[in-house]
């Protein structure tokens, strides 16, 4: 296998220093990039990372725009640019209405709020040079906008087979261009138990499932059955029943599993649908984090 997918990594409170260690070791295997999540500190992750890796491209993916003041974002962004020598990539997005209901901020408009604050970031004086800014996208109007403001765009939970008409609503330059970012963080389990691995699944992504905005875009990319019976689930308070929605047809589409070789032609065909950077979300049958990687690490 030549091309090679990237990894997503979070640094969990007692197991900070593993994670960094963790991250040298998937810069010497050769994946092509290290992404965090929203979850922990992602910047102060990316911060360590420039200063621990050496080639690797890595970024955050995605900062909640309202989580910060913009001219913090600025001076943490630059700084980080800089001192990893252009190896970052700002991955912003306007998060999910219970990460920001906990923290007591309410969600405005996604478009005009993403355009305002990378205009805002840009405007912040006497903060260097700014990383390429990547949005969060799942539909065409933040796809369109990933273009007109931004240097890339990052998926997660992307439906494959709806990549090419996702797609677009870029141009054919920004599509294939090496300098625009398409990334989706695709939740990944490797395991011999077929079932075993698709239940890991379907319980990571059961929680999106109840998120309005990912039902929308399902039902974009043909799911329309699958997010009604939800709708209907969590009409009628029965949120046990959502998972049976979640078809093994639609995992196939939007996750990766199974074994070695499965996982690894899944990947390759997640790469031809359009998806310069999948962004593996390793999760395990048999353990933790820690063991998830294990796995990841052993079938490259």
């Known amino acids: 296998m030549t091309r090679m997918p990237a990894l997503s990594l979070a640094a969990v409170p007692g197991r900070r220093k593993a994670t960094i260690e963790l991250a040298v070791e998937i810069e010497k295997r050769g994946f092509s990039g290290i992404f965090a999540p929203s979850m922990g500190d992602s910047m102060a992750l990316c911060e360590a990372l420039a200063f621990t890796t050496n080639e690797i491209v890595f970024g955050t993916s995605i900062m909640p725009i309202y989580f910060r003041q913009v001219a913090d974002f600025a001076q943490t962004a630059s700084f980080i640019h800089e001192v990893s020598d252009g190896r970052f990539r700002f991955g912003i997005g306007v998060s999910h209405e219970p990460a920001l209901r906990s923290r ?21 004086p006497r903060v260097g040079e700014l990383p390429p800014i990547v949005l969060a996208t799942l539909r065409k109007k933040m796809i369109g906008l990933s273009e007109d403001i931004g240097q890339g765009m990052v998926f997660a939970n992307g439906a494959r087979s709806h990549m090419a008409e996702s797609l677009t609503a870029v141009s054919a330059t920004a599509r294939n261009s090496d300098d625009f970012f398409i990334g989706d963080m695709i939740p990944t389990c490797i395991s011999d138990d077929l079932e075993a691995a698709k239940a890991v699944n379907r319980k990571t992504l059961t929680s999106y499932a109840m998120l309005p905005n990912y039902r929308n875009y399902w039902k974009e990319a043909g799911y329309e059955d699958e997010m009604n019976g939800i709708e209907a689930a969590i009409e009628a308070g029965d949120r046990d029943r959502i998972p049976h929605f979640l078809t093994d047809q639609w995992l196939a589409d939007t996750t990766l599993f199974g074994t070695a070789t499965q996982v690894r032609d899944g990947i390759e065909a997640w790469f031809d649908a359009g998806i310069k950077t999948p962004i593996l979300v390793p999760s395990s049958a048999k353990g933790g984090q820690m063991v998830a990687f294990e796995e990841m690490l052993a079938i490259f």
């Open 104 to 124: 007591g901020i309410s969600a405005g408009k996604p478009l005009t709020d993403t355009r305002n604050f990378v205009e805002e970031l840009r405007a912040v």
